[in-house]
């Protein structure tokens, strides 16, 4: 009886209960533990999978974006080439000098075979091919038309430099078609490489949430109640004192200078800081109310530029009219999103005005220095008959342009000066109806095209730097000559004023659009800056010269009417306070 007895007591029934309950714990640690591994194991096969789906992607663009790109550079190399031996057949007669045209006109054909492939596989950029196939086939009828009129001899050669800048456009059309090709091979390769990142973070996010979430179930199921409160105390603690840090935060968050938005999962705003107040002038009380597409009408532009650069991106903005471009990065959060945006404008500006400037320069130095350097191969070939009209001829042109090149150098080193605060102006008695007249006379000579008159009521006398004056005035007088290509009349006039004097010069060029004029005095603004109408410059003369008239004490302002013609006013006191 003893035996029964102790088997129905508590003790007795909680034993095999007890029993059963660690069994069961084993059994279910058991299989979680090989829940575990065969999630990791999928987790890593998946990892490797996906590796292997984007090196093969990466076939498809390898074999698609890079040799379209490669090929429509190769053949603006080739043109380039074709034109360069043209022009120094044009200069010099030699036929040798056609070498690399002969050489170019067969990778050209076998560049476009190997587009028209490709074209094949990718029909939107078909479009793109067939433009530039057009320009080059025309470019080509022009050089063999070049070729053949200076086989003539000398008057077919003089007909050939007629036609010179006919064949610049012809090759700025071609370029512009050129970097469109150009431009969609990129985009082609960022779409590409788009879709394989993508893909790639997609399979390994989703298999590794998957993986995640079913390794933390089973590790709360390993885990006993006790754990699970320490879990929920501690969470409590840590929660906290994340909100003592959020508090804290929030603080330092309306000092800093970027945009900080706080979103939900709906994007509608829940904290807006001091600097978004700032620069999308919007009060943090009207921003709470409100979604961020609502404050950010450019929004889509700013996911792209995040979605397609990541953390960093830049994307442009309007506020009040005005272009920002923003630097945005994210965090994204369960319950939204934290999004900052650093304004990077001045940035910005800065390197377009860089890249502005290289190209520019690139330009303007490379034509110079080829006629040079082809005049001077002329010159030093060994094997060419004696002509000394032809020397002259070439002595002029490396003369010219050589002083074409100190010009530029010149510009660019004043401008330089002039950021440094370096330049350095004397104070003279200066008679502006005798300046005018000598920087008119030394423009006269190259401007055969030209008529000019100089407009002054005797000698008008006032206290300035001459030799900077006189450089302002012929830079006005160059600019009055490139921006009326086809003539005109060129006036200079000189008045007195209460104060002062003032100079204006006038053209009847192709003018200033009004949107431009606010912007024509600063650094590398050029009016032509796509010398569409072969129109050089470096950018930086009208800036010098206004830089130059107020530190005179003066001041330069435009009056322009598109397709009529330009004034440019320099107004300077009787006494000026010159800054050093």
Sequence with gaps: MDEPAAASSPVGRQRPRRDSALVAQRRTRLALGTLLMLLVALGGIAVLGSGRLYRSSQNQYVKEAIPLRTNARDIVLQMVNEETSVRGYLITGNRDSL??????????????????????????????????????????????????????????????EENVLDGKRKFDQFRIAADRLLTRSDQILLEAERAQHDTFRNILGLVLAVAGVAGAIGLALLMFVPERMRRLYAGEQAARR??????????????????????????????????????FRVPEAEALTRTLRELIPELDLIEEALARGGPGA????????????????????????VLVLRDVTTEQQLERARGEFIATASHELRTPLAAVYGAVRTLRRDDRPVDGELDERLLAMIEAESARLKELIEQILVSADVDRGEVRLSRETCDLRALCESATDAVRVHARKHTFSVDAPGSVLVECDPSRLRQVVLNLLDNAVKYSPDGGSVKVRVSERPG????????????????????IFE??????????????????????????????GGRMTVRSQPGVGSTFVVELPRVPSLVA
């Design 99 to 160: 070498g690399p045209y002969e050489r170019a006109k067969p990778a050209i054909a076998a560049d476009f075979a190997m587009l028209d492939s490709l074209a094949r596989r990718r029909p939107e950029i078909g479009g793109n091919v067939d433009a530039a196939r057009s320009f080059v086939t025309d470019l080509e009828r022009y050089f063999a038309q070049q070729v053949a009129l200076v086989a003539q001899g000398p008057a077919g050669q003089r007909r050939a």
């Design 242 to 279: 994340a909100a003592e840090r959020g508090d804290r935060a929030s603080h330092a968050l309306e000092h800093v200078q970027a945009s900080v938005a706080l979103l939900d999962n709906n994007d509608r705003v829940l904290y807006w800081n001091r600097a978004a107040e700032r620069v």
């Design 314 to 337: 830049v994307a442009p903005v309007v506020v009040d009219g005005e272009e920002r471009w923003l630097a945005v990065s994210q965090t994204t959060l369960a319950e939204g999103r």
């Design 500 to 519: 002062g004097a003032s100079i204006e010069v006038s053209d009847e060029g192709i003018g200033v659009p009004a949107e431009a004029q606010a912007h």
């Design 523 to 552: 650094k590398f603004a050029r009016l032509d800056a796509g010398m569409l109408r072969g129109v050089g410059g470096s950018g930086l003369g009208l800036y010098i010269s206004r830089e130059l008239v107020e530190r005179m």
